[in-house]
Every structure is written in C-alpha cells, then in structure tokens.
C-alpha cells in the first residue's frame, strides 16, 4: 500500500539505493513479475537486439499515450513500421535546421516577455519554459498558428498535461480499461475539443495545399497532409494525420520545457559554467542560423548533461512476449521490464561521480568514452525518439538565448526537488530571480556584480 501510494504521489520516490548498486533488481508487484534493469547489454538486448520480444507494456502505454493510440507514441506492429517510415524524413537533420529560425523566433518572444519585467523580479521559469516549447511546437507544427482560439488550446494542452501523468492505483492492479478512471474522463473531453480544433486547422491548411500550394508554409502539417495516403500509396490516415500532430504536441512540448527548466536550475548552481554558456551565447549567437546550434558547443553539452541527471522521459517499460534471460536473470512471459533513464545515468557501476553536474563528459573525445548502452535520454534501438535532433536543438537555441539576455539565480529559500509527472518536472516550480544582462557591456552585469551566486 505504501508503494501504491508513493507511485501515485511521485514515482521517483520508489527508487531505493540498491537500484543504483546493483545491475538488475527482480520483485514482485500487484501487475505482476518485474525487473529492473541497468545494465548495458541487458538493455541492449531489451531495446535493440531482441527487441521483437519485448513490447511497449499497458502502463505506458495508458499513462504516456493517453488518446493518442493512432499516433507513432503508442502504435505497434505493421501500423507503427509505416508511420515510422513517413515520418522519418520530417525529423531528419536537414529539415531540422531548417526549423531554427522558428526556435530563435520563439525564444526571442521570450526575451521581450522578460524584458518587459522589473530587474530583480521573480518568476517561476517552469510554466515560463512551457510557454516557450509550445510557441516553438505552434511555430513548427502550424507556422500560421492555432488561429483565434489559440488561449483556450493552450490552456487545455495544460490541463491535458497535468492530468495524464497521474499513475493511477487502479492501473497498477491492473483493472480493466473499462473501468473509468476520474482523471481519465477530463483528458477525454480535453482531447475531443483538441481533436476538433487540430480538424478545423488541417481543413484550412488541405485548402491552401489545394488552391495556393506555392503559398503553403513548409512546416510540419504540411510534411504530414503531403505524407497523406492518395488511394493506396502506403501514406498516412487522416485519423494518424491528426494523431501525429497531438503526439508531437504530447512528445515534444513538456519533455524539452522540463529540459530548459533544469538547464537553468543546474546553471544557476554554476558559476562556472554559466560564465562559459554566456560568453559562448555572445560570440555563436550571430551569424547564419541553420548551424547556430552546432556552434554552441559547450550549450550543447549543457544540455546533454542537464538530461543525463534529469532525464524528461525517467522511466522507460516493455512487456516480455516470450522467456529470455537477462545478465543471468530469468525473464517470463508476462514479466515488465523497467529501465529508467534516471537510475541509469546516476548508476554507481557506471558514472564516474554520477550525481555531479559537469559538462565536460560531453565535450570532446570525452563523450566515445560513454556506453552508449548507459547514456539513454532519448531511448535506444527501433523506438528511439524521433524528434531527438529537433528537441537537442531546440533547448541549444532557447537555452543560449535566455543566458545571452538575462541574468538568473534561484529565489533563496526555494528548495528543489524533482517529481514524476509523464515527464520529470520541478515539484513547486522553479522560482528564479532575473536581471536583464548589457550585451553592450557583457561585464557589467556579471553575475558576482549582482550579487548573483558564483558556486
Ligand atoms: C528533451 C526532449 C525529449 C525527450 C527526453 C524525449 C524522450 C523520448 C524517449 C525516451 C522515447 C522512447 C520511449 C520508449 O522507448 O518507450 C521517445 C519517443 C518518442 N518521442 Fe521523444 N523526447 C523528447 C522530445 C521529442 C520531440 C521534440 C518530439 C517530436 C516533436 C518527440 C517525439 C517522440 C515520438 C513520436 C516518440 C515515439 C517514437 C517511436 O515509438 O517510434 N520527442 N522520446
């Protein structure tokens, strides 16, 4: 019961020391056998080698998915091998960059937001990061916008948000789907009206396609109405058109919001590495934009890091179809394999000083020296993350951005603590003390001259 509770209340709390001793952990729970496994080549074999008998499980399923289960997020089998195919060459690097401009442009709406504060003002830059990535997924996905119901859809993206990530104890025991779950029936009416409102915008744009295609933006919705299915060519449904657009909505806004909320958490505790961020942010933010984010190399390994210790995505499952054996451990039909990205990447038998905060294991030939088997933020083998490029490049963009402009200390007395909630967010926020930087004159507002800490 106390388990049951503490999985409903923030599921990172059930991590105990010897998940982080010990390379697989077996237990039992209500749903059944389970193992929790840390180990490279058993998360190899699990992720990639003997991935066919490993699929992703009803529990995540229903918590990260909820709704979406035409979208690339939860599909299986033939329907997610086609998906995969269309969608592939949308995330791809070439098409990423071309997204930069639209990041940039999303993180300087931010910067004049910001400005437009007192010195010294105190904001809680969580729910200010969401605006941030949402701006970035309405610039990519739909570059005209939501169109003039754009506050309501915002606000139910949050409530969607907030409700979802809620594990259920009825989920846990394993209760049959039909029966309701309270939170469930609000995402249910959430999605509808979202559903209704992504119709209405693919109805303009499929006009536009039509009528003025030279007019048409090159954004997402176009690459996905163009990926469309036309009598048998392997395409897409509407129905996977429309799901596709709430997953990367679903996938992409809150896992790179949290990323950017714990980047700034983590540079406010380092002087030194908000000191190299910025003049790094001073010298690249310039120039051609497409490549700005191969430039910000130390940003870059900012961010790698900020997701090694506080991975968005911090618990990842499949179900086994048939017997295996991991590192010598008996696996069932029917057993749940947890890998969680959180434990992994602070694992004793594995981090040298894992819960520190140093870049540098990503700069240089540092980085071949990380199991690539360790190091799994994104996932690994056939269902990695699609949209990793696009996500690495967007948190660069923003994360420099913000640094170049402002300076940042969190409020004193705001303790931090991380929580479980689809995604790994700061528990009470993050509450954050800024001031406006002179880009004329970096030096006047460093940091120590603000009395901003310098640790
Ligand atoms: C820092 C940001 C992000 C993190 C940490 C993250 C993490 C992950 C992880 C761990 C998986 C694999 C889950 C599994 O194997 O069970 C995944 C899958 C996925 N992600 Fe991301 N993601 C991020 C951003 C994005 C963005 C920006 C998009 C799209 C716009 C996206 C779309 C997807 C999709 C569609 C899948 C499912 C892929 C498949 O099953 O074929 N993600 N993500």
């Known amino acids: 019961m106390a388990l049951l509770g503490a999985l409903k209340r923030n599921p990172l709390e059930c991590w105990a020391a010897p998940h982080f001793e010990r390379p697989i952990v077996a237990g039992?729970?209500?749903?059944?056998?389970?193992?929790?496994?840390?180990?490279?080549?058993?998360?190899?074999?699990?992720?990639?080698?003997?991935?066919?008998?490993?699929?992703?499980?009803?529990?995540?399923?229903?918590?990260?998915?909820?709704?979406?289960?035409?979208?690339?997020?939860?599909?299986e089998g033939e329907q997610w091998r086609l998906q995969r195919r269309v969608i592939a060459p949308m995330f791809a690097r070439r098409t990423v960059m071309d997204f930069a401009p639209a990041m940039l442009a999303a993180a300087e709406a931010l910067v004049e937001r910001w400005s437009a504060l007192e010195d010294g003002a105190s904001i809680d830059v969580a729910p200010e990061m969401a605006k941030v990535t949402l701006?970035?997924?309405?610039?990519?996905?739909?570059?005209?916008?939501?169109?003039?119901?754009?506050?309501?859809?915002?606000?139910?993206?949050t409530t969607y948000f907030n409700t979802i990530g809620r594990i259920s104890p009825l989920d846990i025991l394993g209760v049959p789907d039909f029966v309701p779950r309270l939170g469930r029936l609000r995402v249910q009416a959430t999605l509808r009206f979202f559903e209704k409102e992504v119709d209405r915008v693919i109805s303009v744009r499929r006009r536009m396609l039509a009528e003025q295609p030279d007019q048409a933006p090159r954004d997402l919705l176009t690459h996905l109405l163009e990926a469309l299915d036309t009598g048998g060519s392997g395409g897409l449904t509407e129905a996977e058109v429309r799901s596709n657009i709430l997953t990367f909505i679903a996938a992409g806004h809150e896992t790179t919001a949290n990323t950017l909320s714990w980047a700034l958490f983590l540079l406010s505790q380092s002087?030194?590495?908000?000191?190299?961020?910025?003049?790094?942010?001073?010298r690249e933010l310039i120039g051609p934009v497409e490549d700005m984010a191969d430039r910000l190399v130390e940003t870059r390994a900012v961010i790698e890091e900020t997701v090694r210790l506080y991975p968005p995505?911090?618990?990842?499952?499949?179900?086994?179809?048939?017997?295996?054996?991991?590192?010598?451990?008996?696996?069932?039909?029917?057993?749940?394999?947890?890998?969680?990205?959180?434990?992994?990447h602070r694992h004793r038998l594995l981090w040298d000083r894992p819960d520190a905060f140093d870049p540098r294991r990503f700069l240089g030939a540092a980085q071949a020296t990380i199991d690539r088997f360790a190091y799994l933020p994104f996932g690994t083998g056939p269902r990695k993350c699609i949209g990793s490029s696009f996500a690495l490049q967007e948190a660069t963009l923003v994360l420099a951005t913000i640094v170049r402009h402002f300076a940042?200390?969190?409020?004193?007395?705001?303790?931090?603590?991380?929580?479980?909630?689809?995604?790994?967010?700061?528990?009470?926020?993050?509450?954050?003390?800024?001031?406006?930087?002179?880009?004329?004159?970096?030096?006047?507002?460093?940091?120590?001259?603000r009395g901003l800490p310098n640790s």
């Open 313 to 344: 995505i911090a618990a990842i499952s499949r179900v086994a179809l048939d017997r295996d054996e991991l590192n010598g451990e008996r696996v069932r039909a029917g057993s749940l394999i947890v890998i969680s990205p959180y434990v992994l």
């Open 135 to 157: 701006d970035v997924v309405e610039r990519t996905i739909f570059s005209d916008g939501f169109g003039s119901d754009a506050e309501d859809i915002r606000k139910a993206m």
């Open 408 to 449: 940042f200390r969190l409020r004193p007395g705001h303790a931090v603590w991380p929580m479980l909630r689809v995604t790994l967010r700061p528990a009470n926020g993050l509450p954050m003390v800024i001031a406006m930087r002179s880009l004329r004159d970096p030096d006047r507002c460093r940091p120590a001259e």
């Open 28 to 75: 039992g729970l209500p749903i059944g056998h389970v193992l929790l496994v840390h180990e490279p080549g058993a998360i190899r074999r699990v992720l990639l080698d003997n991935a066919v008998n490993y699929r992703k499980d009803r529990l995540q399923r229903r918590v990260l998915s909820a709704g979406l289960s035409d979208g690339l997020l939860s599909a």
């Open 271 to 282: 002087g030194e590495w908000r000191e190299r961020v910025q003049a790094e942010a001073d």
